[in-house]
């Protein structure tokens, strides 16, 4: 029977055709892929390569050795990688949710780079309303949840933050707050403010501010704001995504950034869910 290293010695200089570029790729001593080599053509009792000062070539022996060895060592290389992504949990499906437009298309670029790295795990995208990502996750519907940061529920784990952008303020189209300075926080003081659920694109609330009329997602609040019914701060993502003729976005200054993150179950931080969000943080950090 033919050692490991025996065959990867043979099938990589069979390939390269060259000792020291062998030696590279294997990270081992010329002279080991030399004494390798001569050990298993001991074995099967004729040469395998003809060496000259110039150049190594596969003898027929060897070439036959090559195209019968290649596939059913790639075949065992494939059946233990796959032992090993099933034990480490990198097979079977990912339900991954997204709240809003621009975290669906930050999630595309994620799967992508993810079903490189786990090309055995399909990933499901789905978009949840902001009052639907968290029950998703608590009744297993999703596994991981693309939003807001943070998610103030003791059974919800935040990852690490991915996107930071800054917060905008939705006027009616005309506003006297539709200026090219913009607006601050002081200016919401009277002015009705839409309600979004919690953790989405609003400011904490405080006390000076009207209560303006609630919505379930994004595109019903800003239908509330074109109507003249109040204004609305959201991030800066809102311009691209969301735009109208009833509305416009000014700046808000004085506002904290708006943060965006993965959200999963306490306790089922899976070998895929953690993949997955180590994935979406090397995207982000390579500026992809």
Known sequence: MIERYEAESFLV?????????????????TARVSQTIRKLERRVGAALFERTS?????????????????PAWEAVGAALQGAVDAGRGLSGSLRVAYVGA???QLLIG?????????PDCEV???EARPTEAVRWLRDGDADLCLGPLPVHEPDIVCGPVLVREARMLAVPAGHPLDRPGGASAEDLAGVPVVRLPDGMAVPPRRADRAPGPAAESVQEALTHVGAGQGVLPVGAHARRYYPRPDVA???LDGAPPLEWG??????????????FTEAAADLVGDGR
Not at 13 to 29: I, K, N
Not at 110 to 118: D, K, P, T
Not at 262 to 275: E, F, I, M, Q, S
């Open 102 to 104: 621009a975290a669906g």
């Open 124 to 126: 499901r995208l789905k």
């Open 249 to 251: 976005y000014v700046p």
């Open 13 to 29: 200089l069979a390939e390269e055709l060259h000792f020291g570029r062998t030696a590279e790729r294997l990270r081992v001593s």
């Open 54 to 70: 110039r150049r190594v070539e596969l003898t027929p022996l060897g070439r036959r050795l090559a195209d019968e060895l290649r």
């Open 262 to 275: 993965l959200v999963w179950p306490r306790g089922h931080a899976t070998a895929r869910v953690r993949a």
């Open 110 to 118: 994620v799967n992508e780079l993810f079903r490189e790295r786990a």
